[in-house]
């Protein structure tokens, strides 16, 4: 039986992290219409790393790794409670190894290092097509809260 391990990203680990983030915007480019064109980056990872209200991971299975997830403590707007969240995201597992509940895992464990510095809300965002991420997340309890709408009347519809 294999076993799946999370542990916190390194340094090191950048190269891989930066080609997950590539393979991520290449999934998402189908959902996300209005994406430059490459070359383009979602995050700054060395940075988010480093970050100390940030914890970015990495899942490890059969001493490779597959899958990455990030957390960020951020403040709520004024008028929403709690006053602080944590928003997920840079969820990626490579293609070959999904439907091994590693996203769960990366999730959870996130969640464990949130709800460690006393956070109780999560966030993510997900594109309303992406029906794959839609089923995964509410397999762990997520609901849709707030659908963002969007109209750019030069894009062919």
């Not at 542990?7 to 998402?28: P, S, V």
């Not at 940075?47 to 709520?76: F, P, R, T």
């Amino acid at each position: 039986m294999n076993i799946i391990s999370i542990r916190t990203a390194k340094i090191q680990d950048l190269i891989t992290l930066k080609h997950f983030e590539q393979k991520l915007i290449l999934y998402e480019r189908p959902f996300a219409h209005n994406l430059k064109k490459d070359p383009i980056k979602y995050y700054d990872l060395k940075k988010l790393i480093k970050q100390k209200n940030a914890e970015v991971v990495v899942a490890i299975y059969n001493n490779e790794i597959v899958g990455s997830g990030s957390v960020i403590i951020e403040k709520s707007i004024d008028y929403k409670r709690p006053e602080f969240y944590a928003y997920l995201g840079f969820m990626f597992v490579i293609p070959k190894y999904r439907g091994k509940k590693i996203n769960s895992s990366i999730i959870k464990s996130l969640m464990k290092w949130s709800k460690d510095r006393g956070i109780v809300e999560f966030q993510l965002d997900v594109y309303a097509e992406n029906k794959n991420a839609i089923k995964a997340y509410q397999k762990l309890n997520f609901k849709s809260d707030l659908l963002k709408m969007r109209l750019n009347t030069s894009e062919n519809i």
